[in-house]
């Protein structure tokens, strides 16, 4: 089964600074797609960024990024350019490439909190 | 707004009672998921249906029942219910079946028991 973890329960960043979040995953599969998911406090669940594992480069989408190691698997994602409106629960999240159940399996997150 | 519509926002109920969620997808999604995100479980696969068709079973009680009709919207019928049953339950659709759609939730049914 596959499994994901993120060990840190909270991390803090001031304001147009960088941040990183780190999540690992297991697997024994080597085709499958990756996310990380952003919540609000309005608990709508919002994605943020899709990495594909067959892809060697790493994907982007305006101020975020993830760095994409799927030897050591890992997938991190850099926030740049904090903004106030970065502060959320973040969800790293797995997917199967195919098959009958293409559910998301979620780490237990992680809640950002952005300093003024 | 991603399109997913999730009826009601907030519902309170009483231990051994039961209670229906409902789910209507984006137009023309044909696959529906159900997640339940509690304190203690975290964010948690329940069930997936596709175009009517139980397709994946996740951490489901069985208490717990979920169907899709024909018109693709989706209920979860919750019964028997306990204090622990309390939780966030979102629902989730996406065009087909895995590959390289996406699933878009939506806000979510908060339920407390008492």
């Known amino acids: 089964a596959q499994t994901v973890t993120q060990s840190q329960p909270e991390m803090s960043v001031q304001e147009a600074e960088t941040v990183t979040l780190s999540c690992t995953y297991d697997t024994s599969e080597s085709d499958y797609y990756l996310f990380w998911y952003k919540q609000p406090p309005s608990r709508q669940m919002i994605l943020v960024i899709r990495q594909e594992a067959y892809k060697q480069q790493n994907a982007t989408e305006n101020r975020f990024s993830v760095n994409f190691q799927k030897a050591a698997k890992s997938f991190s994602l850099k926030i740049s350019d904090s903004q106030l409106g970065d502060a959320a629960m973040y969800f790293c999240a797995y997917r199967r490439w195919t098959g009958a159940n293409s559910k998301l399996t979620f780490g237990k997150g992680i809640t950002l909190s952005v300093r003024p | 707004d991603s399109g997913v519509t999730q009826t009601p926002k907030h519902l309170i109920t009483a231990t051994g009672q039961r209670v229906t969620l409902r789910c209507s997808p984006r137009s023309g999604d044909l696959s529906v998921y159900w997640y339940q995100q509690s304190l203690d479980q975290g964010l948690q696969f329940l069930i997936q249906y596709y175009n009517g068709e139980e397709r994946a079973k996740g951490n489901i009680l069985e208490r717990f029942s979920a169907q899709q009709f024909p018109d693709l919207h989706s209920e979860l019928n919750l019964s028997s219910l306990e204090l622990g049953d309390s939780a966030l339950y979102f629902c989730?659709?996406?065009?087909?079946?895995?590959?390289?759609?996406?699933?878009?939730f939506g806000p979510g049914t908060r339920l407390t028991v008492t």
């Open positions: 989730a659709s996406s065009p087909r079946n895995g590959g390289a759609y996406e699933q878009y």
